[in-house]
Structures are given as structure tokens and as C-alpha cells.
């Protein structure tokens, strides 16, 4: 069984209100490491057995139709053991 | 005239589109979500709500619901269709019209009586509006921030396709101050005001948002 992550962020240039309610909370608890907060999306999608090179392309498909909208979102597909 | 309003699960506001239509002096007729049977309607509204939850991205879900394969079809040919809040949402998602809405600046949800300035009253759902109408109408949103590319804002500002923008202070940081857009033939029309809370003064704060309705319907009977 393997596990095909797809994590899905918003692009750089569309505003993300909560990645900076996030990178404002920080230092009120005395973490001040930040400088910026991005925040998206992972989605873990388990197969059976090693996914194939269809089965990823499959993958690709569904999360640029579904699991991600490309006018303001991109994604990066991996497969994890 | 018969104007449909669907019904998705978590759909708020199809109660109340419905009985705008009828004061505009309309046929109402409830659609649902999981029929493609638009049951003869002449135009269709996406009302407001939280349609499957907001799940994953607001409207990403019901725009694949069987409703909608009927009525992005019946658009492509010019069939008047008007999303209103989570229904502009799902025109979005659905590629109808372009862009996207997202979380509001300042992360609040925004529940206010909301001035407007009509930008384009060529389209169906605005024909009875002046240009440069000062309309009041609710807005409800927590994520009504219209972002688009910037050759995507360039194209609907050169084609007149802003309908709605929001006057006096922008409530969610959306691109432009757009309210509303249509799409390139005109028959598409996303807004995040609520008209269907604007069409009577007892329970709205004017009936601005009425001419929505009487407009739709004076189109079609001018076809």
C-alpha cells in the first residue's frame, strides 16, 4: 500500500488571510522565527500496491480539476511509502 | 416565466430567491441539485449558502452535481443564469465565469448593508438599472474576495464585464472593488450581493435588488 500526497498552495500573488492571522498569532506565544506564513492544503489518497505512472497521471488530473482550482492555487504530486 | 432556483444540500437562500421571483411577478420553480431536469425553466438562479459545507473550496463540489452539467450546457448557449454569493462561487468553479473568490482581507465574515455602483446594464439580470446606479443591497460572505490574473482583470475591465462594484469602501479586499462580473456573451451574471434580500422594505434596508428579477424577466419576453 502507498500513499500518493497532493499538497495544494495558493499562488504567491493571491493574498492569504489566514498565513497571516497564523504569522500574526506567532509571536504573541513567543515564537519569532517568521517572517511570512503561507498556509495550504494536503490531501493523502492511499492505493494499493506501487502507484503506476497512469495512476499518478490520474492523480495529476483529479487535482488539477478537483483537489485544487489553478486559477489561484498550485500543486505538487508525491508518492509516499 | 418560469425561473428556476436549485437546491443544493446547504443551499440558504433558494427560499428566498424564490419568492423574489414571484414578487417580480415571475413563475418560480425549485430545481434540485442531483436532477439534470431544468423542467423548462427560461433562466436559472444559483442562490446563496454553504452549498456540501464549503468543503474543500466554496462551490468546487456542487459544480459537479448533475444540475449543473445541464445548465453549463444551456449557458454555452445563451440561457440567462445568475449566481448569487455561493452561486457566484460555483460560475467560478464551474469556468462560466472567470477568476475566483477567496477568504476575505481581514478574515471576517462580512454581514453588512452593502452600496454598490451598477457598472454594466447590458446583461439580462441588469437591463432595468441605469449605469451608475447607487444601489444598497446585503452582503454575507466570508470568502468574497475576487482575485483574478491580471490579464484576466484587464479583459473584463476593457470589455465592460464588471456588473457590480462595491462603493464607497471595499468590505473583503476583492480586485478592482468588483461586486459582480458576467461572462463575454452577457447571459452570465456572478454577485456577491444578495438582491433576493432587497426587494421588499419591511425585511430589507431598500428593494433595490428586485430589478434583478423584473429585468430577467422583461428580457425573455423580449426574445
Given amino acids: 500500500m502507498a500513499t500518493i500526497v497532493v499538497e495544494v498552495m495558493l499562488k504567491p500573488e493571491i493574498l492569504d488571510p489566514q498565513g497571516q492571522a497564523v504569522a500574526a498569532a506567532l509571536p504573541r506565544l513567543g515564537f519569532t522565527f517568521a517572517t511570512a506564513v503561507r498556509q495550504g492544503k494536503r490531501f493523502e489518497i492511499e492505493v494499493a500496491g506501487t502507484p503506476s505512472a497512469e495512476q499518478l497521471a490520474e492523480v495529476e488530473k483529479a487535482a488539477e480539476t478537483l483537489l485544487s482550482n489553478p486559477v489561484i492555487e498550485t500543486f505538487v504530486v508525491k508518492v509516499e511509502a | ?223
Fill in chain 2, 1 to 223: 416565466m418560469r425561473i428556476g432556483v436549485v437546491t443544493f444540500p446547504g443551499s440558504l437562500d433558494d427560499s428566498s430567491a424564490l419568492r423574489a421571483i414571484r414578487l417580480a411577478g415571475g413563475t418560480p420553480v425549485p430545481l434540485f441539485h442531483a436532477s439534470d431536469d431544468l423542467k423548462e425553466v427560461q433562466a436559472v438562479v444559483l442562490p446563496g449558502g454553504f452549498s456540501y459545507g464549503d468543503y474543500l473550496r466554496c462551490g468546487a463540489i456542487s459544480r459537479f452535481a448533475p444540475i449543473m452539467s445541464s445548465i453549463i450546457i444551456a449557458a454555452e448557449h445563451g440561457f440567462p443564469v445568475l449566481g448569487i454569493c455561493n452561486g457566484f462561487q460555483i460560475l467560478c468553479e464551474s469556468h462560466l465565469l472567470p477568476g475566483a473568490l477567496t477568504r476575505n482581507q481581514g478574515l471576517h465574515f462580512v454581514c453588512t448593508d452593502q452600496p454598490l455602483t451598477v457598472e454594466n446594464n447590458s446583461t439580462p439580470w441588469t437591463s432595468g438599472y441605469s449605469k451608475g446606479d447607487r444601489l444598497v443591497i446585503p452582503i454575507k460572505n466570508g470568502e468574497g474576495s475576487f482575485q483574478a490574473s491580471v490579464e484576466t482583470l484587464r479583459e473584463l475591465e476593457s470589455e465592460g464585464r464588471v456588473v457590480l462594484r462595491y462603493a464607497d469602501s471595499n468590505p473583503n479586499g476583492s480586485k478592482n472593488d468588483i461586486a459582480g462580473i458576467t461572462n463575454a456573451r452577457g447571459n452570465v451574471v456572478g454577485v456577491m450581493p444578495h438582491p433576493e434580500q432587497a426587494i421588499e422594505d419591511l425585511t430589507g434596508p431598500s428593494t433595490d435588488g428586485l430589478t434583478f428579477f423584473t429585468s430577467v424577466l422583461h428580457s425573455l419576453v423580449g426574445r
